[in-house]
């Protein structure tokens, strides 16, 4: 089983700061990653595919990268309403998620 | 836009037995594969099922499989998930959502990405 490590565990940051967040797989995934967005009480968006492609509904200062086995999810300058936790989900090998980012305002 | 709507959840003992449903509108059911993804109390995301758009392949975690089944009835557009030999670990809001297929002419491809999700519904598992 493909595992995924998360980090940080927990990011507070202030508004309008850059956010960078952290996905390493346990083996190569080629760029077969999605980040997902989810907020208190509510179901996860999709965020990101295919390691960089942000799905609609987004706005451009999230950005994905990274191939293989490290990947990053940044925000370029945090807003607000971009509270949430996010994970990142693997499909080559079944689908797993990461154990989250939880990305709060300080 | 996309719409699905969970049901069925609910308090059971462990051993027992639920049904949950997802009701999906506002796109051709037909063409897509389905998934269910549960999230245990304060935790994160499991996947839990696939099925096919077609309903012609399966597939599960080793933590559910021959416990849980998922099926679908593309003539209603819903999606079904069994759940049998319930344990206290399966406790969770149980999430339907849509998988990003690709249809050519010919086939439709699995993208396993998730694009769309229901809002959940609440198993408890407890005696």
């Known amino acids: 089983e493909i595992v995924l490590t998360q980090s940080p565990a927990t990011l507070s940051l202030s508004p309008g700061e850059r956010a960078t967040l952290s996905c390493r797989a346990s083996q190569s995934i080629s760029s077969y990653l999605a980040w997902y967005q989810q907020k208190p009480g509510q179901a996860p968006r999709l965020l990101i595919y295919g390691a960089s492609n942000r799905a609609t509904g987004f706005p451009a200062r999230f950005r994905g990268s990274g191939s293989g086995t490290d990947f990053t999810l940044t925000i370029s300058s945090l807003e607000p309403e971009d509270c949430a936790v996010y994970y990142c989900q693997q499909r080559t090998d079944g689908l797993t998620f990461g154990g989250g980012t939880k990305v709060e305002m300080k | 836009q996309v719409q699905l709507v969970e049901s069925g959840g609910g308090v059971v003992q462990p051993g027992g037995s639920l049904r949950l449903s997802c009701a999906a509108s506002e796109f051709t059911f037909s063409d897509y594969g389905m998934h269910w993804v549960r999230q245990a109390p304060g935790k994160g995301l499991e996947w839990v099922a696939f099925?096919?758009?077609?309903?012609?392949?399966?597939y599960y975690p080793d933590s559910v499989k021959g416990r849980f089944t998922i099926s679908r009835d593309n003539s209603k557009n819903m999606l079904y998930l069994q759940m049998n030999s319930l344990r206290t670990e399966d406790t969770a809001v149980y999430y339907c959502?849509?998988?990003?297929?690709?249809?050519?002419?010919?086939?439709?491809?699995?993208?396993?990405?998730?694009?769309?999700w229901g809002r959940g519904t609440l198993v408890t598992v407890s005696s």
């Open positions: 099925i096919r758009f077609d309903g012609s392949n399966m």
């Open positions: 959502a849509k998988d990003s297929t690709y249809c050519s002419t010919s086939d439709c491809y699995a993208n396993w990405y998730l694009d769309f």
